[in-house]
């Protein structure tokens, strides 16, 4: 039929109208079975999964209860075990904060030298975006995302620019907003505490081991141990065998030093022989270039001698 759909919307929109008027009327279960009574009329109400109807908040005196990962501007913890504040002031936070409404003012000792805490630190919750970048980027867990959003104020500087102490929360108040994630940290920070305690036994124990086998040793040294060990290892010669090893090294040199003159009385016979004794080598290339010569020489001097004839 023509105009269907219109009619099931509307249709729809009638039982939510009638679900709400009826959930304010009944008692059970009750709009305000979960919430909690704050006393001068004013509840915080957590409105079930299984509830139907539309839940309306009397804001202000009503406030429904918010999840556990709603963020709205940073907060800065503080410590309570340690007593110190987990800011370093490294500002990491204020590099990556996109709309850059964070800056940090380290703070520095007596001597004039900066310290690991900051001086002043400061965010314009008037331009904060609630991203949690500054929470996620955070190296020491020291800045969170708190639930406070009725900032709501008539002038925005300075009242929306806040300092240190304004931002500044214990650290109970984290672990009431955010259960779950500081439950999470706990176990991670308690793991790596345990990881660095096993590191540090071990360190001890290879130290001490160090240590033992070093005395051990300065010890067998006192006692002349390592000299019974060579000895033991390197027995001694009597006389009668170093008298023999010399003997044997005497003879040896002596053959080497005849052997040594021999040679070199042939070396030098041989360098005194005359160099007429050795045959030279003759070229057969040189010989036969030398006789044409003659040959030519020869001929020249017979036509020579025919030119005189002939003249005369």
Not at 118 to 138: G, H, K, L, R
Not at 146 to 166: F, G, I, S, T, W
Not at 180 to 208: C, N, P, S, W
Not at 278 to 290: L, Q, S, T
């Amino acid at each position: 039929m023509f105009g269907s759909g219109l009619l099931k919307g509307l249709g729809i929109t009638l039982k939510h109208f009638t679900d709400t008027f009826s959930d304010d009327r009944q008692k059970v279960p009750s709009r305000y079975q979960d919430s909690r009574d704050l006393g001068d009329g004013r509840r915080v109400i957590e409105q079930p999964i299984t509830q139907e109807g539309l839940l309306t908040i009397q804001y202000p005196e009503e406030k429904r209860l918010l999840p556990e990962r709603f963020r709205y501007i940073p907060m800065l913890l503080w410590d309570t075990e340690k007593n110190e504040d987990r800011c370093t002031a490294c500002g990491i936070c204020a590099k990556v904060c996109p709309p850059q409404c964070i800056w940090i003012v380290r703070d520095i000792d007596e001597k004039g030298k900066p310290v690991t805490r900051p001086a002043e630190f400061y965010i314009d919750a008037a331009v904060c975006m609630s991203c949690s970048f500054c929470a996620e980027f955070c190296p020491f867990d020291a800045i969170k995302m708190n639930h406070d959003y009725e900032l709501a104020v008539y002038d925005r500087y300075p009242q929306l620019v806040y300092n240190k102490a304004e931002l500044t929360v214990p650290l109970e108040y984290y672990a009431a907003l955010w259960p779950t994630q500081f439950a999470e940290e706990q176990a991670r920070l308690k793991a790596e505490a345990e990881e660095e305690a096993r590191k540090a036994a071990e360190k001890a124990r290879a130290a001490e081991e160090k240590a033992k086998a070093k005395a051990a040793a300065d010890a067998a040294a006192a006692s002349g141990a390592p000299a019974a060990a060579a000895g033991a290892a390197k027995p001694g010669r009597t006389k009668e065998e170093l008298d023999a090893l010399r003997k044997q090294s005497a003879a040896k040199a002596a053959a080497k030093k005849a052997d040594g003159g021999a040679e070199s009385v042939a070396e030098g016979a041989a360098e005194a022989a005359p160099v007429a004794e050795a045959p030279a080598a003759v070229d057969p290339e040189a010989a036969a270039k030398k006789a044409r010569l003659e040959e030519l020489k020869r001929q020249a001097a017979e036509k020579a001698k025919a030119r005189k004839e002939g003249g005369s």
